[in-house]
């Protein structure tokens, strides 16, 4: 994940205000760094980004029980914002498709650009370019299947 957003640089930002090693946004890092922490230190941006990432897990829905998938769903909200992937969860829910399934959330959230769809009135959140979100998951999954594998040797 930190790979992904930020190749390792703690004092990297983007033109979106993303700031540190795990590219939260300012509103993020007030939700979850302590009032006193100093945002370009990298072990108060880690800490806050596992908070993070602990806060997405929390709120993953219940009906998601494939391990693979829960990580899948919370790279997803960490990037496009846990609205976003709430909507594709509810898309394939409404549309009978399994949301326990990686292809068929992957699917809705590409679809959350597709007028169709992001005018639905169970999306919350609006239209966005969901095939970034997906590209972006699946490198973080290989990236560590990739990572696992050199550690086993």
Not at 91 to 105: I, R, V
Not at 117 to 127: E, F, H, M, R
């Amino acid at each position: 994940l930190i790979y992904e957003e930020s190749h390792f640089y703690p004092n990297i930002s983007n033109p979106s205000g993303a700031y540190g090693l795990m590219q939260l946004m300012p509103a993020a890092y007030q939700k979850f760094a302590h009032d006193s922490a100093d945002i370009s230190d990298p072990e108060e941006q880690l800490m806050a980004g596992i908070k993070h990432v602990d806060y997405l897990k929390k709120h993953t829905p219940k009906s998601i029980t494939d391990t693979a998938v829960i990580i899948r769903y919370v790279l997803m909200g960490y990037n496009a914002g846990h609205g976003h992937s709430e909507d594709a969860f509810h898309l394939a829910e409404k549309y009978s498709d399994n949301p326990n399934s990686w292809h068929n959330l992957a699917e809705y959230m590409k679809l959350l650009y597709d007028k169709n769809y992001y005018t639905d009135p169970i999306v919350k959140c609006g239209k966005y370019k969901g095939s970034r979100t997906v590209t972006f998951t699946n490198s973080v999954v290989d990236r560590y299947k990739h990572y696992r594998n050199l550690i086993r040797r």
